[in-house]
């Protein structure tokens, strides 16, 4: 098992993607600290958990300081260390207009994908330098890189490529402390919104068309990148951003 024993903390334990990265770090052997706002949902993704009883579900929502503060000190109690951060936990905006969007709809995304991540990060990291080691993992998207004709995302692309470079300094400021910093990069994935567009056959091969890979990612694809990332295997890897993405960002369509 490549994460036996670890102390692994999911943020958006409940979604697609979160839930899959929980299962798979489980596999490994992880304790999985499930982390999102509704405490039902946590508990649904929980029992799908290989051990579960091992691993404990919390709610607490990233964008309040008090609650992000709480929750790291039960994990403590609990477990008495944390090997592992997923900062997965973002919301995505409908695709409307930079100018049709008001102030509340930026500080939204601002305040979830990166003042949440910001937060629960420096508290996380300050446990990982008493532990003197610790690995931290970012999902972001290849929204980063390249806005997406007709899908109107502008902010969240943005809040996106502050992360990427976040990814980058964290991985750098930390090294010396033997703290890792990477960050994966999904493309279009079969997950979240999007798994609703995909049970429509056309519109599932339009996109598949588009993919230099031919296909349309798995959470697991993910899931099994951040399982990487999280292990021995990757221990001389930080500050990257890997694309898991089927080819797409290399493609010119």
Known sequence: MRLKDKVAIVT???????????RKFSEEGANVVLIGRSMDKLEKARSSLKNNSRSVAIPCDITDESQVIQTVNQIMDHYG???????????????????EMSERDWSS??????????????????KMLENKAGCIINI?????ERAIPKVH????????????????????????KNIRCNCINPGIVNAGMI???????????????????NKIGEPSDVANAAVYLASDEARWIS???????????????
């Open 12 to 22: 958006g334990a409940s979604s697609d993607i979160g839930a899959e990265i929980c």
């Open 81 to 99: 260390k944390i090997d592992i951060l997923v900062n997965n936990a973002a919301i995505i905006n409908d695709p409307i207009h930079f100018h």
């Open 109 to 126: 995304l601002i305040n979830t994908n990166l003042y949440g991540t910001f937060r629960i990060t420096k508290l996380v990291l300050i």
């Open 140 to 144: 972001g998207s290849i929204s980063a």
């Open 153 to 176: 995302l502008t902010v969240y692309c943005t809040t996106k490529a502050a992360l990427n470079m976040f990814t980058k300094g964290i991985a750098v400021e930390y090294a010396r």
């Open 195 to 213: 798994r609703s567009y995909l049970e429509y056959p056309e519109a599932r091969k339009a996109l598949e068309d588009r993919q230099p890979l």
């Open 239 to 253: 500050g990257i951003l890997l694309n898991v993405d089927g080819g797409k960002s290399a493609s010119e369509g």
